[in-house]
């Protein structure tokens, strides 16, 4: 019942900046956390940035001090701010919210939106 729709993904060139947008759309109870995801073509999809419930966030090690994971409640949005973007940043991003539904769902359930491209040229 909910979905999620990214924006922001682009072309940019090696060392500059793109902000994606994950807007949120359906009923929501709780959210219990959110997250950026990458999958680049013949890789596995990794997390690349989340933020939990009680605001703290956690970086993969490729991203840390160039990425910023941020939401805005009030707006159903959630927002990765990517800096110094390298051409290994070239991947289609995903976000994830994992959140409940209703006040009747015992556990928090994932949903994914369709991924923005990003790609970073050399």
């Known amino acids: 019942q909910v979905q999620l729709v990214e924006s922001g993904g682009g072309l940019v060139q090696a060392g500059g900046s793109l902000r994606l947008s994950c807007a949120a759309s359906?009923?929501?109870?709780?959210?219990?956390?959110m997250g950026w995801y990458r999958q680049a073509p013949g890789k596995q999809r990794e997390l690349v940035a989340s933020i939990a419930r009680g605001g703290s966030t956690s970086y993969a090690d490729p991203v840390k001090g160039r990425f910023t994971i941020s939401k805005d409640n009030a707006k159903n949005t959630v927002y990765l701010q990517m800096n110094s973007l390298k051409p290994d940043d070239t991947a289609v991003y995903f976000c994830n919210w994992v959140v409940r539904t209703t006040i009747f769902q015992k556990n928090p359930w994932p949903y994914w939106g369709q991924g923005t491209q990003v790609t970073v040229s050399s």
């Open positions: 359906g009923s929501i109870f709780s959210i219990n956390a």
